[in-house]
């Protein structure tokens, strides 16, 4: 309805102005899903990332600090999990609880399938808005 897109859009908005920033320096998003998945349409500046080397790769070399993550895949209820489950059992086996490099992670309830159904303008609309407003404001 209009009042849930107005509070997304709302949402939106205040992300991209920064005013999470004293929260996270930035937010996450991993899609676990396999590459033809993933090219078919995906969540605006999502990682595609469904192995485990891969995911160690990205996030260990050189962690991102102050980061949220967030795993999804296309229900949330095996790849996203498992890859959640690998990253945090490995910061766990690296770092000393609580102090982890990744104390935020977080699975996307619902997955793609939920996301993608309830939130559309974050795929087309929602990109092309922005793209303009900022262009020509900021």
């Known amino acids: 309805d ?18 999470y920033n004293r929260y996270y320096e930035r937010v996450i998003v991993v ?13 605006i500046d999502a990682l ?3 192995d485990k080397a891969v995911l160690e790769e ?8 102050g980061a949220c993550i967030v795993f999804h895949c296309e229900f949330s209820s095996h790849r996203g999990p ?7 059992e490995r910061d766990r086996a690296v770092n000393q609880y609580p102090h ?3 104390p935020e992670i ?7 399938k939920h996301f993608f159904h309830e939130y559309p303008v974050f795929f087309f609309f929602f990109h092309f808005l922005f793209s303009f407003f900022f262009f020509f404001f900021f």
Do not use: V
């Open 48 to 50: 595609n990332i469904n």
């Open 2 to 19: 209009l009042n849930s897109f107005f509070f997304l859009f709302l949402l939106a908005f205040q992300t991209f102005k920064g005013e």
């Open 31 to 43: 899609d676990c899903r396999f590459e033809y998945e993933y090219k078919g349409g995906h969540i």
């Open 58 to 65: 990205t996030f260990f070399i050189n962690p991102p600090k």
């Open 82 to 88: 498992r890859m959640y489950q690998h990253l945090r």
């Open 106 to 112: 977080y699975i996307l309830d619902g997955g793609y």
């Open 100 to 102: 982890l490099h990744f």
